[in-house]
T-cell receptor
């Protein structure tokens, strides 16, 4: 079993739709959770970062963590064509004094006009 | 303008050849990382370094080597022992682990085999 599971998609939605992206993880010790957005042929950029359970909102984006079910979600409201990208969830652990990210495989999102 | 730079953007390797990918950061981060990204497999950790002159193997280190002679630089060499090197290589950096240090990524290098 992979430590972080993510549906690879692709997911296609019309402009203005609400998008829900989801991941599950297996290690209950994980405390920090990230969402990265990656445009084609570019490096990932940090989009959202949450600690423990609960919601965090930033503009049209909401990250949600449910530690009881080991489930993390990213919601995008009023989706735009510029949101078309691959979205990677990641959990943060530590090895020595370095942080160690464990990534899902990424979900490819296409927002159509 | 702080950030992470990687060069070259594209790199071609001939069979039996060693190639080196460059990664430089001016974020004053102590830790640096190399990942490999293949379609459908997400990012996999190759090597990481917490401090100058120190580095550790990640999950898929075989066929790769690194050095960390300067805080700002963490080059990756793909050796001839790496039989399937075609991939997108990403360098990242972070502060030392504290309360939720996150990693920031460079733009990547795409390695292709001739």
């Amino acid at each position: 079993q992979k430590e972080v599971e993510q549906d690879p998609g692709p997911l296609s939605v019309p402009e203005g739709a609400i998008v829900s992206l989801n991941c599950t993880y297996s290690n209950s010790a994980f405390q920090y959770f990230m969402w990265y957005r990656q445009y084609s042929r570019k490096g990932p950029e940090l989009l959202m970062y949450t600690y423990s359970s609960g919601n965090k909102e930033d503009g049209r984006f909401t990250a949600q963590v449910d530690k009881s079910s080991k489930y993390i979600s990213l919601f995008i409201r009023d989706s735009q064509p510029s949101d078309s990208a691959t979205y990677l969830c990641a959990t943060l652990g530590y090895t020595g004094t370095a942080s160690k990210l464990t990534f899902g495989t990424g979900t490819r999102l296409q927002v159509t006009l | 303008d702080g950030g992470i730079t990687q060069s070259p953007k594209y790199l071609f390797r001939k069979e039996g050849q060693n190639v080196t990918l460059s990664c430089e950061q001016n974020l004053n981060h102590d830790a640096m990382y190399w990942y490999r990204q293949d379609p459908g497999q997400g990012l996999r950790l190759i090597y990481y370094s917490q401090i100058v002159n120190d580095f550790q193997k990640g999950d898929i280190a075989e066929g790769y080597s690194v050095s960390r002679e300067k805080k700002e630089s963490f080059p990756l060499t793909v050796t001839s022992a790496q039989k399937n090197p075609t991939a997108f290589y990403l360098c990242a950096s972070s502060g030392l682990a504290g309360l939720g240090e996150t990693q920031y990524f460079g733009p990547g290098t795409r390695l292709l085999v001739l």
